[in-house]
């Protein structure tokens, strides 16, 4: 057990370099109770990788399957209600995100609301708690008095988080599901027979913040208030949101001087039905002067036979500057044919917006999404 170690003050900063399980819910529970900082890592990580995030959060404690390493204390401790995650860096670098208890436990609360989570259900922890969807699952259950379940295959499975990928394998029959909540990523077919609730949210929301039935329902929770800023970005404020980056001497406040964050995704709003998000404002390119917005691509990509998953970026081009490429994850049995991929994205998109090339993607996610900066720089090299 990670816990046989020397004692946690509140404070310090945990780091846990441990797989999603009942060890690591136990560490973070105990945290929690001291006041210590808790800070769970990616077990994916490569050393080099790990090493960095780990001079960035400069722990006290790292806590690994082989034990506890004690290192010397930081010179500059965090506030002790602070939980520090890493985002995804999908779109860059990994930032450290300060998220304190009050954050989360007003996410949950919100959460427990729109899901109807109670007394005795059980929540499938089928996300990584290195990342906040996952994270996130645990203090519904500690919120509500549900019990946090880790066999994929228990009957008594009330609720789950999904990702929208996850949808097209295999899904196990539980014939107590209520809740069903899918987010970390496009969702552009909302299967009608599940007790589905959309969501969208990220690590600096402390998780969920707007939830509907279908991808074009979203609405801001309770506690919690959403607009669109310059550019129709989406920004966002409330009693979930983080505290700030920490960049290992420093918190960075990256709010304006009303509280509103700005999200970097893009949005629609309708007064009646609520938001619908397009994707995100740091993906947009310029092809001959045309503002190109890779998420809408990829969901009339979707809509293709035999497309699984799809993933669009630039390519440089002498003529447009940058012109749209795609790689595609195939359903068994087909194969990509590119002359006719075009020929049906031009019954509904503009010249301008088809892609110039396709390629296969790769199996192998990066956490819960996609690194488009690193397969769009690195991929066609």
């Known amino acids: 057990m990670p816990l046989a170690s020397p004692t946690i003050n509140p404070g310090d900063r945990v780091a846990a370099y441990l797989p ?3 060890q690591l819910v136990e560490l973070l529970v105990t945290c929690l109770k001291i006041g210590a900082v808790f800070c769970p890592l990616n077990i994916r990580l490569p050393p080099a990788a790990l090493e960095e995030q780990l001079l960035t959060l400069q722990p006290k404690f ?12 930081p010179l500059l401790p965090l506030l002790p209600s602070s939980l520090l995650l890493f985002t995804s860096g999908s779109s860059g670098r990994p930032k450290l995100v300060s998220i304190s208890h009050k954050s ?5 609360k919100s959460a427990n609301a729109a899901c109807d989570l109670q007394a005795g259900d059980g929540w499938h922890l089928s996300l990584p708690m290195h990342h906040v969807s996952g994270l996130s699952i645990v203090f519904r259950c500690l919120l509500a008095g549900a019990n946090i379940i880790f066999d994929d295959k228990d009957p008594t499975i009330t609720h789950v ?7 097209y394998k295999a899904w196990p029959i539980y014939p107590k599901l209520r809740c069903l909540l899918l987010g970390g990523g496009p969702i552009h077919d909302v299967p009608a027979k599940l007790p589905c609730l959309v969501s969208y949210g990220m690590t600096e929301t402390a998780s969920l913040f707007l939830a509907g039935k279908t991808p074009n329902l979203l609405q801001p929770l309770p506690g919690k208030e959403a607009k669109l800023g310059p550019e129709g970005e989406l920004w966002v404020r409330g009693d979930s949101l983080f505290e700030g980056y920490w960049d290992g001497h420093e918190m960075h406040s990256p709010f304006d001087a009303d509280g509103w964050f700005a999200t970097k995704d893009l949005a629609h709003f309708d007064p009646t039905l609520g938001f619908t998000i397009i994707g995100r404002k740091d993906n947009q390119f310029i092809s001959g002067g045309e503002n190109i917005q890779p998420e809408e691509i990829e969901a009339e990509l979707r809509k293709l036979p035999g ?4 993933l669009v970026g630039p390519r440089h081009h002498e003529r447009f500057g940058m012109r749209p490429i795609a790689f595609l994850t195939m359903r068994e049995g087909f194969s990509i044919d590119a002359a006719a991929m075009q020929h049906s994205l031009a019954e509904r998109l503009p010249k301008i917006k088809i892609p110039d090339a396709f390629f296969p993607l790769d199996e192998h996610p990066i956490g819960l999404k996609r690194n488009r900066k690193k397969i769009f720089n690195y991929q066609l090299l």
């Not at 497309?307 to 799809?310: C, D, G, Q, W």
């Open 20 to 22: 999603t399980g009942p």
């Open 62 to 73: 790292i806590f690994s399957p082989t034990g506890c390493e004690r290192r010397p204390s």
């Open 104 to 108: 989360f436990l007003a996410s949950a």
């Open 161 to 167: 988080s999904s990702v929208p990928a996850q949808l």
């Open 307 to 310: 497309v699984l998953e799809a």
